[in-house]
């Protein structure tokens, strides 16, 4: 432990080897548990059989940069979790060099960077199921070094990199959307920055973005519908009620979603801190002052959702982008204050290394004791026992699977990498199939709670757009173990083979 410490304040930049061993140990962590597939992992596997400007709520490039992978190294959980945790050490990495930039002290720079592991929707949660996530805060770490490197060397470099975080900021999240007009906000309000938006150079950012964004923002405006009525109904939630009930909810949920996103990381910096900390809140200069501006501008914005756009169940997504910048706010406090280096990592690191720990644990914990805990987490669901057993063991390769939802189409097509999987949700898409009396089409839906094998209505209707008249059906049902359930607690798979007349 003292030897680490020692370590990154001698050698701060070892912080980054730091931050790769760790997210290597989550790589290997993930390819340990079962090959089911979290919500967002079987959405990239679904959607890594074509190339598209635009797919569904959610820009294209973390599918983009995760197709590409599949392509060179072949599907599989390897290729899933290389793709996550290469965003995230990057991520990580540019959010250490942002530090760099506005802290005197090389060790809170370390401490700052390492603070990303106290929030929980970034710690935690991203490793267990996010990814347009995940790609949207590298984006939003490169956004912060390009930003802070252009308020203390302007160049045609820096421009250039803050071009290049928001066309991919925007290509990852739109609610990256924020972040930038935030920040753009504050450096208006800030005498000291404005300049930095009426240079020249302020054109190379605009161009560059507008480069990388374009293709997406044409099929976004043909395609609107597509992509933003999840945003909608999310804004939107609670509108049955009346209206001040409604905004009621909402700023009553304001400080609760706060809270719940920023108090660990307070809560650890105040507990190492110890009697520095209230007093370096009172602390400031310039570029504090901007982040606070930044904060300031993100509760408006809150709070305009809130009254005018009948927003009453507030998530985590709308405070995130800005919010991210926390530890390094705290840490760039302490760093004005003027703190004992020394002291605050040699008992921030160990905190840090708990988490190191506690994070990918927990992540195992929550599968193999899902039995005892009566749980039934994703990864439990017997995807690949059912594949062998209805496909595998008669050798009855199907044409194409028709699924009843996304999430199952994907983990279908992860357990068949060279079957054509087709869902009702992407209706843009149509994989081609070889439709023959030796290869069926095989549908596929999930039968817990019904008393007898439906064909859901949903998966009938896109086998007739796919087929035209739908052959009489006979729909079954097959019940498997959960991967690690209690004795008895099983999974119910309905399938229906379509023989072609």
Known sequence: MNFLVKRLQSRPNTVILLIAVYFLINLIVRMSLPNSLEMDEAGQVLMSQWYALGYDTQPPFFNWVQHLVIDGIGQSLFALSLVKNLFLFLSYVFYYLAARQVLASKSLAVAAALGLLTIPEIGWLAQR???????????????LYGLFRTLERPTITSYLVTGIAIGIGLLSKYNFSILCFCAFVALLANPAYRQRIFNWRILATAAV???IVTPHALWLFQNFDIASHDTVEKLETGGQDGVLLQ?????????????????????????????????????????????????????????????????????????????????????????VHGIEEGHFLKRFIPVILLLMVLI?????????????????????????????????????TPALVIAEDAFLAGNIRMQLPQTPVDTETYKLYNPPFDWSAQKPILLVWRANGENRALVPPEVEKRLEQRIGAVPPLQPQTIALPYIYGSDGDLFRFGYAWVVKP
């Not at 199921?129 to 956004?143: E, I, M, P, W």
């Not at 979603?257 to 520095?276: I, N, P």
């Not at 004791?369 to 063991?393: C, W």
């Open 209 to 211: 973005a507008l480069v």
């Open 360 to 396: 990918p644990a927990s992540l195992v914990l929550r599968i193999v004791a899902a039995g005892p805990m009566n749980s039934h987490p994703k990864l439990t669901v017997p995807y690949q026992g059912f594949v062998e057993d209805i496909i595998r063991k008669p050798a009855a």
């Open 247 to 335: 905004i009621a909810r909402g700023l009553s949920e304001l400080p609760l979603t706060v809270l719940s996103f920023c108090a660990l990381t307070v809560l650890v910096y105040a507990s190492v801190a110890r009697g520095r900390f209230w007093p370096a809140l009172r602390t400031g200069n310039q570029k504090t002052r901007l982040i606070e501006i930044m904060f300031g501008v993100l509760l408006v914005f809150l709070l305009f959702l809130i009254f005018f756009m009948g927003t009453a169940e507030l998530k985590t997504r709308w405070i995130s982008p800005v919010l991210f910048i926390l530890p390094l706010y705290l840490c760039m406090k302490l760093d």
């Open 129 to 143: 199921d996010l990814t347009h996530s995940n790609a949207s805060l590298f984006a939003a770490c490169l956004f």
